[in-house]
């Protein structure tokens, strides 16, 4: 069994930026994909960014790229989403989710486990 837990969620001001961190503890695979998705509220869940294993194959939403960057750090079980230019639209709150096989990373349906969550506000 496979747990996640998020943190580095706050407050930032927009232009700022912010680090989030997943750690996955127990039985961590080759096979995983680690996902990142949001929900703001009143919105569904969407999906942010997913790295596999090798960190050789990350997607993100076009709403975050060229500003996100995700990177793992397998030796340390980690997973990051490095948050720049941080705009209002990004408020939610950030989980962190795992998937053994995932042939959509964009899809939460393909993500077995998922952290807590931690939020993630930007105003001024």
């Known amino acids: 069994q496979v747990h996640l837990l998020e943190s580095g969620g706050g407050l930032v001001q927009p232009g700022g930026s912010l680090r989030l961190s997943c750690a996955a503890s127990g039985r961590t695979s080759t096979s995983l994909v680690i996902g990142w998705f949001r929900q703001a509220p009143g919105n569904e869940r969407e999906f942010v960014s997913a790295?596999?294993?090798?960190?050789?194959?990350?997607v993100y939403a076009d709403s975050v790229k060229g500003r996100f960057t995700t990177s793992r750090d397998n030796a340390k079980n980690m997973v990051y989403l490095q948050m720049s230019s941080l705009k209002d639209e990004d408020t939610a709150v950030y989980f962190c989710a795992a998937g053994a096989g995932v042939l959509n990373y964009k899809s939460s349906s393909w993500y077995d486990l998922w952290g807590q969550g931690t939020q993630v506000t930007v105003s001024s």
């Open positions: 790295i596999n294993w090798s960190g050789n194959n990350i």
